[in-house]
């Protein structure tokens, strides 16, 4: 069993940065990727950015890529969403995920945090 604690969430105005963070406890080993997702308001929840646990290998949302970055700590069990240029599209609740492919889908994640609210004001 797997659980995700996010952190890192907060109110920022257009142009400026946050950084999220996610940090696992416990292990399985059909979970080899870490993703982030976002639900705005009134909208189904999207994949933004996945992570593999060893090498590294990342994809992006369409919308984020550029902006975005994704990265992992394994020392820490920890991943990080580093985003840069927020625009108030980018408002939602974040959360992050373990799953067992390099997937922006959430059928391919099997264990949820409770997110964390980013709010970009313009």
């Known amino acids: 069993q797997v659980q995700l604690v996010e952190s890192g969430g907060g109110s920022v105005q257009a142009g400026e940065s946050l950084r999220l963070s996610c940090t696992a406890s416990?292990?399985?080993?059909?979970?080899?990727?870490r993703g982030w997702f976002r639900q705005a308001p009134g909208k189904e929840r999207e994949g933004v950015a996945f992570?593999?646990?060893?090498?590294?290998?990342?994809g992006y949302a369409g919308s984020v890529k550029g902006r975005f970055t994704i990265s992992r700590d394994n020392a820490k069990n920890t991943a990080y969403l580093q985003m840069n240029s927020l625009k108030p599209e980018d408002t939602g609740m974040y959360y992050c995920?373990?799953?067992?492919?390099?997937?922006?889908?959430?059928?391919?994640?099997?264990?949820w945090g409770q997110g964390t609210q980013v709010t970009v004001s313009s």
């Open positions: 995920a373990d799953g067992r492919r390099p997937s922006l889908l959430i059928n391919d994640y099997d264990y």
């Open positions: 416990g292990y399985t080993d059909t979970t080899a990727y």
């Open positions: 992570i593999h646990r060893i090498g590294g290998y990342t």
